[in-house]
């Protein structure tokens, strides 16, 4: 048996060797496909008819057009999401009025998301007083580098995290009127 001839076929070996080393570098320190919109929404339609999802769900508020992401009414609570579909690493502190978006040598400043969250939750406090409202900001790409928070999900621990809510803390009335006070876009319709 012949011995490998790396002179005749050196350029093709090398471009060989080259081709596996990308693949193992992706297989290995790549993470994966990206997670979109569209994943939180079949996550979400998902759920079942006992939650109501509203996409783009808009209210006023202290004179101003609130929009929350994703809201959801049902027996088991109200609850605010806050999506974040940034690619890249999110830097900040948790009570840093602004975050900074790293991508590759490229800084952009962004609102702090747990803030946004905040406020709308806030926002919907004001017309339900006594009714319990969670927030969560979901992150779908981004990589998070600051202090944890139990407000900010992956997507997986998203899906965990909403599960755990069982108990009936909402009646249909009660359910019917948080409905009444948001209302969708209008090319963005109920998804559940």
């Known amino acids: 048996m012949e011995g490998l001839n790396f002179t005749e076929k050196g350029p093709l070996v090398w471009v060989g060797l080259l081709a596996l080393a990308y693949l193992l570098w992706r297989l290995f320190f790549s993470q994966g ?8 929404d079949r996550i979400l339609a998902g759920m079942g008819e006992a939650y109501r999802i509203i996409k ?3 209210f006023i508020a202290d ?3 609130i929009r929350v ?10 609850f605010v999401i806050t999506v974040v579909d940034y690619k890249g690493i999110l830097k900040g502190r948790l009570s840093d ?3 900074i978006l790293k991508r590759g040598r490229t800084e952009t400043v962004i609102h702090n998301p747990l803030w946004i969250n905040r406020k709308q939750a806030n926002a919907l406090e004001s017309f339900l007083p006594k009714t319990k409202i969670v927030s ?6 981004a990589q998070i580098q600051t202090e944890t928070s139990k407000k900010i999900l992956s997507l997986d621990a998203f899906e965990k995290e909403v599960a755990q809510y069982r108990k009936e803390v909402l009646s249909s009335k009660q359910q019917e ?3 009444q ?6 090319e963005e319709p109920l998804i559940a």
Request: proline content about 5%; overall charge negative; cysteine-free.
């Open 33 to 40: 496909r990206a997670e979109t919109s569209d994943d939180l």
């Open 97 to 99: 009025r602004e975050w």
């Open 136 to 141: 969560w900001v979901v992150v779908l790409n």
């Open 69 to 78: 992401d994703r809201l959801i009414v049902s027996a088991f609570g109200v």
């Open 181 to 186: 006070i948001v209302s969708p876009k209008p």
């Open 177 to 179: 009127e948080v409905l």
């Open 56 to 58: 783009g769900a808009t």
């Open 63 to 65: 004179h101003a057009m």
